[in-house]
């Protein structure tokens, strides 16, 4: 932020020269990796244009059966600030800070919120009693999540932290909205209807904020493949409790659901958006939009139970 800071001194052409440095020169934007889509769009939301964002864990990538590429320590080490979420959910992360010898900071942005233990998880590090990754489902973690993101970036960038307390600040305006939103859809569901199938466990932040019951054969973690009687189980389930709410996720295989719809008789729902964005024009481009569809969808699904 060098020439930013020696525009500033000339204080009535300072205006102008501000807006032209910080929108024109890339070279003076903060480098920020994110460790996956969804992060990468809140460190967008409040850095706007001070930071240049990359992702590990682009769109529509499984962040569970990530491994790290030579290309992406090399990435690492030319930023200054690598945005991980915690919770065990990134386990490669560290060991790719060690291999890349990375000094810059890292900020985990799940800082202070309150953790959820599995439920129904089962292999790959994400057994029953694990803590629960999938914070970011409850939108008001999300408000401590911009927080915890716009301290990283103040403390980089003191002269930004104005810019960076009103973005996040904003944002949580928008998060709470979107809460109050969500409770008004599903509120109009019966509660014996709110019960859903996913392919993965990571719906516990949200089925606890919103008072639905997820059910997922595959667990935890999209690596894991449920047995076939686990899965005879859980068709006889869909049976006794009548669910017809039953969704796959944008980065998992299809294939186990399928069959819980052949042999089940119940029909597959559209796509939800869970660890992963969409591309950008997709309908989960952001998290807001994420949420908004996932929100949607589902009560929508659990209306037919
Ligand atoms: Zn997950």
Do not use: C
């Not at 008072?211 to 076939?228: H, N, R």
């Amino acid at each position: 932020m060098k020439n930013l800071r020696d525009t500033v001194i000339k204080p009535l052409a300072a205006l102008t020269l501000f807006a032209v440095v910080t929108i024109s020169s890339a070279a003076d934007k903060i480098p920020v990796l994110a460790s996956f889509s969804i992060l990468g769009d809140l460190v967008r939301v409040v850095g706007a244009d001070r930071v240049a964002v990359t992702m590990l864990v682009g769109p529509d990538e499984d962040a569970h059966v990530f491994e790290p590429k030579p290309g992406d320590a090399k990435n690492l080490l030319q930023t200054r600030l690598l945005v991980t979420n915690g919770l065990g959910f990134e386990p490669w992360a560290q060991k790719l800070v060690k291999s890349a010898g990375y000094k810059g900071q890292t900020v985990v942005a799940s800082q202070g919120v309150k953790p959820r233990q599995m439920v129904a998880g089962k292999g790959h590090g994400h057994d029953r009693g694990d803590t629960d990754p999938h914070a970011w489902q409850d939108p008001t973690n999300v408000t401590l999540y911009v927080r915890n993101i716009a301290a990283a970036l103040s403390k980089l960038d003191p002269e930004g932290k104005t810019i960076y307390q009103a973005n996040s600040e904003a944002y949580a305006k928008e998060l709470q909205a979107l809460d109050a939103d969500a409770k008004t859809q599903i509120a109009a569901i019966p509660a014996d209807k709110r019960k859903v199938i996913t392919s993965h466990d990571a719906f516990g932040y949200f089925g606890a904020r919103y008072g639905i019951k997820f059910l997922a054969p595959q667990g935890a973690s999209t690596g894991s493949e449920p047995s076939a009687k686990e899965v005879a189980q859980l068709i006889r389930q869909i049976r006794k409790e009548k669910i017809k709410a039953v969704f796959v996720e944008n980065m998992s295989n299809p294939k186990l659901l399928a069959q819980l719809s052949k042999d089940a008789g119940v029909t597959v729902g559209p796509t939800l958006y869970v660890d992963a964005l969409s591309a950008p024009q997709g309908p989960a481009g952001s998290y807001l939009q994420l949420m908004r569809h996932n929100v949607t969808q589902l009560a929508a699904g659990m209306k037919l139970n």
